[in-house]
C-alpha cells in the first residue's frame, strides 16, 4: 500500500516560479505611491502571508507614510497585470508535466493555494496541466487562508483523500498542512520539486 492517497500542492513556489513575478508586479504598481520594494524583503518577511497582511507591511515602507487601504486599492491593478504575465510565459519547471503524469497514475492530486482561481485556473490551463488535478482550492474557497487548516482540510474532502501528502515552500503554508494533521513536505523551489518528491514518495 503507498503511504499517501493524495498529493496537495501549493502553487506559487511549488508547481510555478511566481514569486518573482509577484514581486515585480507589486514593485511597479506601488512605486508611484512611494513603496521601495527589493527582492530580499519580499522573500524573507512576504512570502506565503495573505495580501492583506503584506500590504500592511509594505505600507510600513511608504514614503509618505500611508494607509494599507491605499494600497490595496491597487490591487485589481495588480492581479490584471500578473495574470497576464503568468499567461504570456508561465514559469512552470521544464519537467513538471512528465512529474505530474506520473505521480497522477499513482494518486489523486489537487492545487491549494491562496491566490484567487482566476490567477491559477487559467495559468494551468493555458500550460496543459489542468487535466492532472483531480481539484483546486483557492483563495477563501474554504472560508479561511493559510495558515488555518480549512483549505488542506477542504482540499482532501474533494479528493477523499485521508493520508494526503502536502507540499510547501513557504512557513505558513507548511503550518496550515500541520493543522490540518497531514504529512507535509517542504520543497525550496519549483526546480528541486520532483528530486524532493519522489525521495519522500519512495
Ligand atoms: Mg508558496
Redesign the pocket.
Known amino acids: 500500500m503507498p503511504q499517501f492517497d493524495a498529493i496537495l500542492f501549493?502553487?506559487?513556489?511549488?508547481l510555478a516560479d511566481s514569486?518573482p513575478i509577484h514581486f515585480a508586479c507589486w514593485k511597479e504598481i506601488l512605486a508611484p505611491l512611494g513603496v521601495a520594494l527589493d527582492w530580499e524583503f519580499y522573500r524573507d518577511r512576504c512570502?506565503?502571508l495573505a495580501d492583506g497582511d503584506m500590504l500592511r507591511l509594505f505600507a510600513q515602507r511608504c514614503d509618505p507614510p500611508r494607509g494599507w487601504e491605499d494600497l490595496m486599492a491597487r490591487y485589481p491593478e495588480k492581479k490584471d497585470l500578473f495574470r497576464s504575465r503568468m499567461l504570456h510565459d508561465p514559469p512552470f519547471a521544464p519537467g513538471l508535466p512528465g512529474i505530474l503524469e506520473r505521480l497522477h497514475e499513482g494518486y489523486k492530486l489537487a492545487v491549494v493555494?491562496?491566490s484567487g482561481r482566476t490567477e491559477v485556473e487559467p495559468v494551468l490551463e493555458a500550460a496543459g496541466l489542468r487535466p492532472f488535478f483531480d481539484a483546486l482550492v483557492c483563495g477563501r474557497e474554504a472560508g479561511s487562508l493559510k495558515p488555518a487548516p480549512e483549505p488542506y482540510l477542504l482540499a482532501a474532502k474533494l479528493l477523499g483523500s485521508v493520508c494526503p501528502l502536502v507540499v510547501?515552500?513557504?512557513e505558513p503554508?507548511l503550518a496550515s498542512g500541520m493543522a490540518a494533521g497531514f504529512e507535509t513536505l517542504a520543497v525550496s523551489s519549483p526546480e528541486t520539486l520532483g528530486e524532493a518528491l519522489f525521495g519522500r514518495l519512495q
Request: hydrophobic share 20%; no cysteine; net charge negative.
Open positions: 501549493d502553487f506559487d513556489g511549488v514569486e512570502i506565503g493555494t491562496s510547501e515552500d513557504s503554508g
